[in-house]
């Protein structure tokens, strides 16, 4: 193997404020480091981790890359209830009457992410 993924890095106007909230989200940690203010913040989560670091300039357009996030011991609705409640905002509502679909929020900077069926949602197709 040549290179592997260190941090996955996100441009933000408040790295901790931002941080925190995906950490809440993910299930992770902010670094013991990591406080109010601070150019940037490190969260460390089961899957990956994240690197958030100040840039003056703000988000303008649609992500380019955005995550798929998939619930492992809730609905996608609870789970968007959730993240809703953490302090996201709703984007898009792609869900379907028969139960499949997603839902397409924005983090606090307005960053879009999705939420997907659980596994166990998906296993009852």
Known sequence: MTSLIRHITI????PYTLGSFWAEALDGSLAD????GDPAALVTTPAATLLFIMVDDRKTVKNRVHWDLQPEDRSRDEEVERLLELGATLHGDHRRPDGTGWV???????NEFC????AAERATD
């Open 115 to 118: 939420v997907e069926r659980s």
């Open 11 to 14: 441009d933000a106007a408040d």
């Open 33 to 36: 480091d990591d406080f109010p």
């Open 104 to 110: 397409t929020l924005r983090d606090p900077e307005g």
